[in-house]
């Protein structure tokens, strides 16, 4: 049984920066992918930025680009996600998310049905 637990949320003013985590346990025979997500009140889960396995890639929403950077740690089984110059529309509940398949194609890389395992959520506040 896969679980991924992240932490790391809360409330900053604009500008300021937050630094989430994901702690994954559990077996998985494999696993291609993992993303983060956010999803407002009354709006349709999203993605943030997403990392292949071995971190040979990664990919961002382009609202996010230039702001956030996603990376892991094998060693801790760890996601994280950099946050910086947050404004007031990255508020939101931030999910971890896991691709646990052997390929991920490149295509729909933010298609929450593609992920296999998801986290409680953190929440992630930015007043302005």
């Keep these: 049984q896969v679980q991924l637990v992240e932490s790391g949320g809360g409330s900053v003013q604009a500008g300021g920066s ?8 559990g077996y998985t025979y ?5 993303a983060w997500f956010r999803q407002a009140p009354g709006k349709e889960r999203e993605g943030v930025a997403g990392i292949y396995t071995g971190g040979r890639s990664t990919f961002y929403a382009d609202s996010v680009k230039g702001r956030f950077t ?13 946050m910086n110059n947050l404004k007031p529309e990255d ?4 999910y971890c998310a896991a691709s ?4 991920c ?3 729909y890389q933010f298609r929450p049905s593609l992920y296999d395992s998801w986290g409680q959520g953190t929440q992630v506040t930015v007043s302005s």
């Design 18 to 25: 937050l630094r989430l985590s994901c702690a994954a346990s």
């Design 30 to 34: 494999s696993r291609c992918r993992m």
């Design 70 to 82: 996603i990376s892991q740690d094998n060693a801790k089984n760890t996601l994280y996600l950099q």
């Design 91 to 94: 508020t939101a509940m931030y």
């Design 100 to 103: 646990d398949r052997v390929h």
């Design 105 to 107: 194609s490149e295509q």
